[in-house]
């Protein structure tokens, strides 16, 4: 039986496709392995599958001041220890890297003990983690065509994301009826992330009646950001976060409203989801996610507004906009053809072990 070690945390947006590749690989008969962090989300999502999971410490590489950056470079020695000491005990053919700081020791410890690794980047441009891993990367796979022009070229594959298969499995009937909808009127979904978006919630509340004469709202609008005034309001259910019912409302709606994270962009795009991205600023973030959006925009998958130009009018116009060319959207995101992302990534670790058998 092969074994392969998945790595990645730090954000659920570095663990969801390492869960979406879960099934597949046990299909093909991989004995699993997870590493993270010893305290990150990834801890706790791995721990609703039957898979061994193992702690290690992990720092952070920032790019300004903190006083933990004194501290980390020790713990990411002592992970890098912790890391090579597990390697050498699993004795994996291969390891699967979705990114985020913990990844860096375990990509590293695999190079020394000369394990083939195969990366996954979910963004445009590699973020920081990825990048000092490139060089230890048997493969990697990445989300856009415009990531290939900063991936070695012999080692690069345009894959997608993978995506979890439950949110294929939605019930339209069961989002609705969840919602209190009827099946009469279109129905918006708003997604802020689980943390919400103060600017998007608030132009999209600003023009809630407007909205409500055409469509029903879902709004996933953030912990602690839930408008008490509107609670009742027919055709509008706010809930601060979904997680079990997601997929039922992702198949009740007929466009979502979001941020532009890579990874639920991509769920969105495999969804064939019309949809209008409104990506962090350059404030807020190192600026994947507009780099993100603009990719999407250009492939016509979406509509796209900067948040500093968010205003209430400007977004009610892209609802107008995307209802009129609805079919335009869906039909650029079918010929997209990227729901076989899990089988893709499959097929790469897969030539990666029988590589590393091969040599062995």
Avoid at 83 to 100: E, M, N, T, W
Avoid at 269 to 282: C, Q, R, T, V
């Amino acid at each position: 039986m092969r074994r392969i070690i998945l790595t990645g945390g730090g954000t659920a947006g570095h663990v969801t496709p390492n869960i979406a590749l879960i099934p597949e690989l046990q299909k093909r008969g991989y004995e699993i392995h997870y590493i993270g962090s010893k305290t990150g989300i990834e801890k706790e999502l791995i721990g609703n599958f039957d898979i061994p999971y193992y702690g290690i410490s992990s720092g952070k590489l920032r790019r300004y001041f903190d006083i933990k950056n004194f501290t980390d470079p020790f713990r990411i020695i002592k992970g890098y220890a912790e890391a090579d000491r597990l390697i050498k005990k699993i004795r994996p053919h291969v390891i699967f890297s979705k990114g985020g700081f913990v990844t860096v020791p375990v990509v590293k410890a695999a190079k020394r003990r000369h394990v083939p690794c195969v990366l996954h980047e979910s963004d445009i441009s590699p973020g920081l983690a990825n990048r000092l891993c490139l060089s230890a990367a048997t493969a990697i796979c990445a989300n856009f065509p415009e990531t290939l022009e900063n991936l070695p070229a012999d080692k690069a594959h345009l894959t997608g994301s993978p995506i979890r298969s439950e949110l294929f499995s939605g019930n339209r009937i069961k989002g609705l009826d969840f919602c209190g909808f009827t099946a009469n009127k279109p129905v918006i979904l708003v997604i802020g992330g689980s943390l919400g978006s103060v600017r998007v919630n608030e132009a999209v509340r600003e023009i809630l009646p407007q909205l409500l004469e055409r469509y029903q709202i879902i709004h996933l609008c953030g912990k602690g950001k839930v408008d008490e005034s509107l609670q009742g309001t027919e055709g509008y259910a706010q809930y601060e976060y979904i997680q079990k019912e997601l997929c039922d409302l992702l198949d009740a709606a007929d466009m979502v409203i979001s941020r532009a994270g890579a990874n639920a962009i991509c769920e969105l795009l495999a969804l064939h989801k019309p949809n209008i991205l409104i990506p962090l600023s350059l404030e807020a973030s190192r600026g994947d996610q507009i780099l993100n959006a603009a990719s999407f925009e250009k492939q016509g998958f979406s509509c796209v507004i900067r948040e500093e130009e968010l205003t209430s009018e400007r977004l009610l116009e892209a609802v107008r906009r995307v209802d009129e060319n609805k079919q335009e959207y869906v039909a650029a995101m079918e010929a997209s053809n990227q729901r076989d992302a899990v089988i893709r990534v499959a097929d790469i670790i897969d030539a990666t072990a029988l590589s590393e058998e091969a040599a062995g």
